[in-house]
């Protein structure tokens, strides 16, 4: 599986971006997919993830309410929808891959995407 994220950008305090993440092969509806984050000299954070099916979503703390995860498996393709967005949201975002059974954990997850970067202005 190949995981291709994109989206990112500049945006001000309170806006919004969408990021998306394109998986290839044809295996994708069985995987959980996850976003995670990754500020300079930080370590990787967990942010949503969504069951294979679409009926399971789960969310940080630290974003609930704000972003939005879905998915399209007829497009192989999940989304992260980021709104009333704040400063500390500026990081790379990854998307991720796997069989996990512990959504939250990185090493759970088997493929990842480049990441795409968010810069939250204030």
């Known amino acids: 599986v190949q995981l291709q994220a994109s989206g990112g950008g500049l945006v001000q305090a309170g806006g919004s971006l969408r990021l998306s993440c394109v998986a290839s092969g044809r295996t994708f509806r069985s995987y959980y997919m996850g976003w995670f984050r990754q500020a300079p000299g930080k370590e990787r954070d967990f942010v949503a993830a969504i069951r294979g099916s679409g009926s399971i979503t789960v969310y940080s703390n630290s974003v609930k309410g704000r972003f939005s995860i879905s998915r399209d498996n007829a497009k192989n393709t999940v989304y992260l929808q980021m709104n009333s967005l704040k400063p500390e949201d500026t990081a790379v975002y990854y998307c991720?891959?796997?069989?996990?059974?512990?959504?939250?954990?990185?090493?759970?997850?088997?493929?990842w995407g480049q990441g795409t970067l968010v810069t939250v202005s204030s």
């Open positions: 991720a891959a796997g069989a996990v059974t512990d959504y939250s954990t990185v090493s759970e997850y088997n493929y």
